[in-house]
C-alpha cells in the first residue's frame, strides 16, 4: 500500500506518523514545497520574537526522526492530482502513483484588492522565508504598519512589539479580532494595545500602498478619510485561504476548502483531506467549515490516516478554539461564543481590570465561551462543551456568576 | 506497572498541605497559586475536591503541542513540559479538556503535573490519604478514565 501526502505542516506530519503506526509495512511519502524540515507556522511569532532560533519551530526535532519511521521526505511542490488515475504531478514534472492520498496543504494568505501591495517592503507573514524577510526590515524603531488585527495579526502584533519596532496597527473591522471576540472583548484588547504604546486603528481603510517620495521610509500607506502613513515594511495579515489551486483538475469537491465526510474522505474514495486546507463537520452545529487552527490541523491528520488505514474512525468535528496573548492581556474564545437561538447567556465584566467572562448555553448545556484575563483552568470550557455535560443545578450559578466554571465543571462532572 | 494519582474527595479536609508541598517541590515557594494541584472548595457542602492531571493515555495536551514540547517520561508515563521546546503558545492550555495545563505569566512557559519524576510530593504531604500515589489498576483510576472519556473528543474507533 503507498500511502502519499501532499503538505509536511502539522496535520501531514501527524498524518505521516500515525500511519506508519496503523500499517508499518505501508509505503509513506510526506511531499512539502518548503525548503525547511518539517516546522509549525505558529511558531513563527516566537521565532520573530527572538525567544527562539529557527530549530525552535521544527515539529520533531529528533534530525533522523522521519527516516526512522521509513517515511520518505520530497521537498518539492505539486503541480497537479489525478484523482481517478490515483498519480499526482510534481513541479519537476515526476509523477508519482498513490493507493491512497491525503491532501493537507494547508491555507495560504489572501490580500485584499489594493494597489501597490505587490511591490518590495509589502509583506505576509506566514512562512519561515517571510519570517526571515520581515526579521531583516523589523529592526528597533523602524516603522512598521501591520494591516489586518484579526487573530493572527493579533499574534504577529506581538512579536512586532517585541521587535521594538515604530508599530501601527490598522484593521477595517471596528474592533480587535472580530471573529473571535465580541464587541466588549475586542475594545478592551484594543484599549489595552492602546495603553501599551501600540498605535491601533479600527474601522481603517487602506486605499494605496505607494513608495514614499520623502526618504523618510519606503513605502506610503494612503488611508480613507485619514492622514497618509509611512512604512518601512507593510506586514499583510488579512486572512487565509486553502491551498487548493493545484487541485482544481484533481476531480475533488472544493467549495471554501476540500469537501470531506464525517471520515475526512473527500468525495474521491481513496482521497482525505486534514488540516487548513479542508471543509469539514464543525463541533456543534452540524455545519461543515474552514477551522484553520493547530489543534485541528493535528486531530484531522491523525483521525484522516486512521480512516486511510481502514479504521474507520468518526471525525467528531472541529471547535472553534484560539487564545491570544496581547502584551500580557490573554484572551480565549471557544465554540459558538456568539449565542446560539433560544439560548442564554451571562457575563461578567470588570472593565478596570481588564477581566471579562461571557458564557453560552443552550438549555443547561454550555456552547460557547469568552474569557479575558484568564490564565487558570481555562481548558475546562473546552471539556464541558465538548463533553455535553447537563450542568443542571450549576447552570443557575453560572447564570448568577459566570466566573464560577472550575466549581462547576467539577461540581457537575466530579460528584456522585 | 505505572502508578497514577488517585483521588479520594471524601477524605480531604481542605488543608492545602499538597498545593504547599508542590509548589515547593516544583517552584521552591510555598505558594498555593503556584500549585499544579488545585483543592476546590465547595463552600455549601463543606466539600473539598483535589483535582490536577490525570496524565491521559492519549493526551490532548500532547497531540495539540505544535513543537513537540509536551513528551512522555517513559518511567512514570507522565506527560512533562520541556521548557526548552516549549514556546509558550498557550494551546495546550485550551486543549486540554480537563484545564490541568497552565500557562505561567511570569516564565512565558506552560506547568503541569509531572508526578514529580515518580515520587509526587503531594501524595507524601497529604495527612488524612486523600491523594495516593498507586497502580493505575487500583480504585479511582478507572472513575478518572471516565471522567476522560466523557470529554473525549478525540474520535473513537468503531468496532
Ligand atoms: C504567524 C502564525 C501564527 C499562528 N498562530 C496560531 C495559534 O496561535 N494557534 C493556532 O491554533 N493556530 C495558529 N496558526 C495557524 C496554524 O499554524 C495552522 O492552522 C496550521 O499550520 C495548519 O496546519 P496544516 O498542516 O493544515 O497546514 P500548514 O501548516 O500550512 O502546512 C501545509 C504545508 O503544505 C505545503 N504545500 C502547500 N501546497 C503544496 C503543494 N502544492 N505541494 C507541496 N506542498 C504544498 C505548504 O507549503 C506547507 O508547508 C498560526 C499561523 C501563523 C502563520
Ligand atoms: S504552550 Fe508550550 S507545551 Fe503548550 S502547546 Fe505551546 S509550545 Fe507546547
Known sequence: MRYVIIGAGPAGVVAAETLRKQDPKGEVILIGDEPEPAYSRMAIPYLLAEHIDER?????????????????????????????????????????????????????????????????????????????????????GSKVVLMGAGFIGSIIMEALVERHVELTVLEMGDRMVPRMMDQTAGNLIKHWCIDHGVNVRTSTRVMEVKPDDTGIARLTLECEAAKPIQADLVVVATGVRPETRYLENSGVQIRQGVVVNDYLQTTLPDIYAAGDVCEALEWGTGNHAVHAIQPVAAETGRVAAMNMT??????????????????????????QWQGVENGESSELLDEARFRYIKLQFEADRLVGAITLGMTEHVGVLRGLIQSRTRLGRWKEHLMKDPSRIMEAYLGATHSA | MMRSLTISPDK????????????????????????????????????HVPYTCTQCADAWCQNACPTEAIQINAQTGAKEVNEGLCVGCKVCTIACPFGTVNYNQATGKVIKCDLCGGDPACAKACPTQAITYQDANWTGYDKMRSWADKTNTQATAQA
Not at chain 1, 468518526?314 to 478554539?321: C, E, H, V
Not at chain 2, 479536609?13 to 498555593?32: D, H, I, K, R, W
Open chain 1, 310 to 335: 481502514g479504521s474507520n474512525t468518526l471525525y467528531a468535528g472541529s471547535l472553534q478554539m484560539n487564545i491570544l496573548d496581547s502584551i500580557g492581556l490573554i484572551s480565549t474564545s471557544y465554540g
Open chain 1, 56 to 140: 525552535g519551530t521544527y515539529l520533531r526535532h529528533a534530525t533522523d526522526h522521519f527516516e526512522n519511521l521509513g517515511i520518505r521526505q520530497i521537498h518539492e511542490k505539486v503541480t497537479a492530482v489525478d484523482g481517478t488515475g490515483h498519480t499526482l504531478t510534481l513541479q519537476s514534472g515526476e509523477s508519482i502513483n498513490f493507493d491512497r492520498l491525503l491532501i493537507a496543504s494547508g491555507s495560504r494568505p489572501v490580500a485584499p484588492p489594493i494597489p501597490g501591495l505587490d511591490q518590495p517592503g509589502v509583506h505576509h507573514c506566514w512562512t519561515l522565508a517571510d519570517a526571515r524577510y520581515i526579521a531583516d526590515y523589523a529592526k528597533a
Open chain 2, 12 to 47: 480531604c479536609t481542605g488543608c492545602l498541605q499538597c498545593e504547599m508541598a508542590c509548589s515547593y517541590e516544583n517552584e521552591g515557594v510555598f505558594n498555593p497559586v503556584k500549585s499544579r494541584i488545585k483543592v476546590f472548595v465547595f463552600e455549601q457542602e463543606g466539600r
